[in-house]
Structures are given as C-alpha cells and as structure tokens.
C-alpha cells in the first residue's frame, strides 16, 4: 500500500490527482490524505483528514509514503524506517504562501530513501524508485546529539554554549 | 517534542495547536492553543491572549519554541515575564528564518537553525538539526 499525505490544512490537487492518474500502473492500494478538498479521486480511497491513531497505523503499513515536501511527514517517515517521495508545492500555484517547500526538497534530494518529484511529471518514477527502496536503515540526524546537548544547556543555564 | 527527550528534574509542559497528537505521543501535561498565522488578524489575537494566559498561569522559567506564530506569542509572553526564551526555527525554513523567527529575534530571545547557511553566529547559530 501507498499511503499519500498533504499534511491537513491546505488541499494540494494536484499531487493527488497525479496520484490517482498512476494508480493503475502499480496495481498496488493508494490510500490519500487529501485535505480540504472539493477532488474525489477515483482510484483510491480518501479522506480529507484521517486521525492520529489511524494516520500512524496507514504509514507503519504503507510500503512507500508519497507526501507534500512537509517536514513532519519526512521526520514521521524517517521514524518508521519508510522510504518517501516528495513533491513540492508551489507559492505561484497558490499551493502555499511561499516556496519554501522547493528549497526544503532542494536540500533533502539525494538522502537515503528520500525521492524527490519536482513536479507531477517525475511522479512515477519517484515512485517506482521509492518502491524498489524497501524499508530504510536507521538512521539518526548526525548532528541531532549536539542540538539536544545544547537545548538541555540552555534549560538549565539560560545561554547557548 | 524530539529534542525535549530527558528532563526528568524539570516540570514540562508541551503547548500545541494539536492536543490530538501530543495526547497520541504519550505526553501528559498538554496545553492547547488555537492555531493561526501572522496574516490573520482574529486568529492570531484569539492566540495572543490564550498564549498570554497559558504563559500567565504557569510562569515558566524557560520557553523553547520551534515556532510557528502560536509558539512566536509563547515566546514574547515568556520574555515580557522574565523566561530565558529560545527560539528553535524549525527545519522547514530551510530558504530563509521564518517571520515568527525574525520577530523572535527582535524581542530578545536565544535563537538557532537548523540550517547551517542560515546561521550568521551573531543572531542566529546552527547548533544541529533534527533531520
């Protein structure tokens, strides 16, 4: 199964309709967190916003995620040792106030069972590639030791060593 | 939440615009706080003053914020009553600070990135990231 995410609060029609477009290719279950949306895919079952518990029990089982390029469906990947494809929004779409996602995908291309899709023609190959993946290793920020080092710092002394 | 692993000795208390996900992540002392961003007048006033009395109430001697603006209100209270206050930017940013961060910056709190060229050592430092 491939579970798709555009995180809640924003509608991004245009990865999930690419989506439902290449449903069919894989003859595998998609599964999409649409958002607000007013699009009914029709090659895989949807809701605008599944809860929490649901939502993590659909990526531990999803063998691929395919999301928004969101920071915490990448953290929430990366814990489950999942494989992700990423396609960014677009501010000049009206798909986010600004471009940061572009910038956000930019510097995460070429991370261990990271795929990036620029935009909606390098879908499916992001997504074969992501499949072909399989589970990732863990494998812990290299420098996420030192940021707690130094937030557990400032708790207790007020400054930033 | 990830970079709040152990402190054991510290009363902790997590305010999120998502009670649902804390509550799911096992964290017990959750304060709520209505979502908004700095382009919507009423929701980020609606947030200024819930902030105002979460922080009121609980008198934190340390806030640490990784944004956005509910945690940017969260910070500015902190401040105005006497908290050490860091700002976190979160690893989303990774073109430019946020606003949030900027305006974090400007009332005086502590702030990192998470992007090492987006650190200038002086006003804002990249100490690590989470991802």
């Known amino acids: 199964m491939i579970l798709i995410t555009v995180g809640m609060q924003l509608g991004f029609d245009r990865l999930i309709r690419a989506m439902d477009r290449i449903q069919p290719d894989f003859g595998i ?6 958002g607000p949306t007013s699009y009914v895919p029709s ?3 949807s809701k605008a916003q599944f809860g929490p518990a649901e939502f993590e029990e659909l990526a531990s089982r999803a063998a691929l995620i395919v999301s928004h390029a969101g920071i915490g469906t990448v953290l929430l990947a990366r814990r489950l040792l999942k494989p992700i494809v990423l396609m960014p929004r ?4 009206g798909e986010h106030r600004n471009d940061h996602q572009l910038s956000t995908a930019a510097q995460l291309t070429g991370r261990r069972g ?5 935009d909606e023609t390098e879908l499916r190959n992001a997504v074969t590639l992501g499949l072909a993946c399989g589970p990732i290793e863990h494998e812990i920020s290299p ?3 030192r940021l707690q080092t130094v937030v557990a710092g400032f708790v207790t002394s007020g400054q930033l060593r | 939440m990830l970079l709040m692993q152990d402190f054991p000795s510290c009363d902790l208390r997590f305010a999120t615009t998502d009670s649902d996900q804390a509550a799911h992540s096992g964290k017990v002392k959750v304060l709520s706080l209505p979502d908004c961003n700095l382009t919507q007048p009423i929701n980020a006033l609606r947030c200024a003053v819930v902030s105002l009395g979460h922080v009121w109430r609980i008198r934190p001697h340390v806030v640490v914020s990784t944004g956005a603006a509910p945690g940017f209100f969260c910070i500015l209270w902190g401040r105005i009553l006497g908290a050490q206050v860091l700002w ?5 940013n990774a073109e430019r600070i946020s606003l949030s961060g900027r305006l974090a910056m400007l009332v005086g709190a502590k702030c990192l990135t998470q992007w090492e060229h987006l650190a200038d050592d002086a006003h804002i430092q990249f100490r690590g990231s989470v991802l």
């Open chain 1, 114 to 118: 990271i795929f990036v899709a620029v």
């Open chain 1, 90 to 93: 677009r501010a000049g779409l």
């Open chain 2, 88 to 92: 976190i930017d979160s690893i989303a």
């Open chain 1, 143 to 145: 420098t996420l030791d």
């Open chain 1, 29 to 34: 279950d998609f599964v999409a967190q649409t």
């Open chain 1, 43 to 45: 090659n895989m079952s």
